[in-house]
């Protein structure tokens, strides 16, 4: 298997697919798309078939698992079903790479660990935005800890102005479910701050309905949020904010602030990846994972006189949603779980945040997690 391309069957054919998979395991060297479980191509407007001529093409799971030929399963499906699809592809003997948010529970994040090691198979976690440029620009500054020196706070958001609600997944599914902004957007983040500080102390969070007015609460103990407000407390004072909002009326949306005892960064605005990709844009074009420079953030340093000055901070070189998949191949041919970019344990731990999210809005108050 060392020397040839791994297989890749993927389940499902919608954004997920198209968009943010499909695009990247046929440039991956490691990676040959070989087959794709579409259940009802013909009545789609996208048609995994029509699309896709030279691969293989199931309208059943059990058929589509049952192919020998078939190495690595990618889950593109909404999140109620990423469990049950995970679970059947690693009893299968398939590698398997599951789309964010994971599964809904820590508990289910759990038992696929332990079925994947029981079956001497890698799973992995598609956190894509681990690869934002401007989240390795914040991740290279805080390296070290020389530039910003200790950090007091950190923000980061991701913020839209979308007055209506979503008529996909995303809209429908209950936070019991893997849906909801917590969620789609808040497994983000909360994976973006997991990366950078560890798991922290304690967590407060608000959830809100902004579309209708609401607040979770005691009063609203069901309530599905499309906004969120949370705050991640760690031992070194550090207080992480992780904020979603859907009535945000900015023209620059912010994204990060990092302040700590030597300066601060600000950004505003979205990783360009995602409208890129939606837009036709290659993988390999040169202006893949680019922002022009009037997005740059803006670093300001503390002198040793206490005199402050503010540049222009432009990201680092992309490395882009690509190095994913380039990574998990490299895993997979030389089969090392601790090579897999997004562990599912580290998935797991980041339920654990949302979940402790979860029971403190509901109670209003801090949940401790160490």
């Known amino acids: 298997m060392a020397s040839s391309k791994l297989n890749v069957g993927v389940i499902g054919y919608g954004m997920s697919a198209t968009i943010f998979h499909i695009p990247f395991i046929t440039t991956t060297p490691s990676l040959r798309l070989h087959s794709i479980l579409q259940r009802n191509p013909g009545g789609s407007a996208q048609s995994a078939p029509r699309d896709h001529p030279d691969v293989k093409h199931f309208t059943s799971l059990d058929q589509f698992l049952a192919d020998a030929d078939l190495h690595v399963v990618v ?3 909404p999140p109620q079903t990423h469990f049950s699809f995970a679970q059947q592809a690693l009893q299968a003997g398939k590698h398997v790479l599951v789309e964010k948010p994971f599964v809904p529970s820590a508990a289910e994040a759990d038992a696929l660990i332990d079925l994947a090691k029981e079956k001497g198979r890698l799973i992995c976690v598609y956190q894509n935005r681990r690869w934002d440029s401007d989240f390795l620009t914040v991740q290279k500054l805080l390296a070290g800890g020389s530039t910003l020196g200790r950090i007091v706070e950190f923000e980061t958001h991701f913020d839209r102005f979308r007055l209506e609600k979503p008529s996909n997944w995303k809209g429908l599914l209950g936070m019991d479910q893997g849906g909801s902004a917590l969620y789609d957007l808040g497994t983000h983040l909360i994976d973006q701050v997991y990366v950078l500080f560890g798991m922290p102390q304690s967590v407060f969070a608000t959830f809100a309905s902004q579309r209708d007015g609401l607040l979770s609460g005691p009063q609203n103990p069901d309530l599905e949020p499309d906004s969120v407000t949370a705050q991640l407390f760690y031992d070194s004072g550090l207080i992480a904010f992780v904020r979603i909002a859907v009535a945000s009326a900015e023209t620059q949306q912010p994204r990060f ?10 950004k505003v605005g979205l990783d ?3 409208p890129q990709l939606k837009s036709g844009m290659k993988t390999n074009d040169a202006n893949f994972g680019r922002e022009a420079p009037e997005w740059n953030g803006k670093l300001t340093l503390v002198a040793n006189d206490g005199s402050m000055r503010e540049q222009d901070w432009p990201n680092v070189e ?8 380039e990574l998990f191949g490299e895993a997979l041919v030389q089969n090392r779980e ?3 970019p997004v562990p599912a344990s580290q998935a ?3 339920l654990r945040i949302i979940e402790a999210a979860k ?3 509901k109670g209003r108050r801090a949940v401790q997690l160490s």
């Open 359 to 361: 029971e403190s809005a």
């Open 338 to 340: 601790q090579d897999v």
């Open 348 to 350: 797991r731990d980041v």
């Open 318 to 325: 992309p490395k882009t949603y690509s190095k994913i998949y």
């Open 272 to 274: 360009t990846q995602e």
């Open 257 to 266: 602030w990092v302040r700590g005892t030597k300066g601060s960064y600000c």
């Open 75 to 77: 889950v593109t499906t």
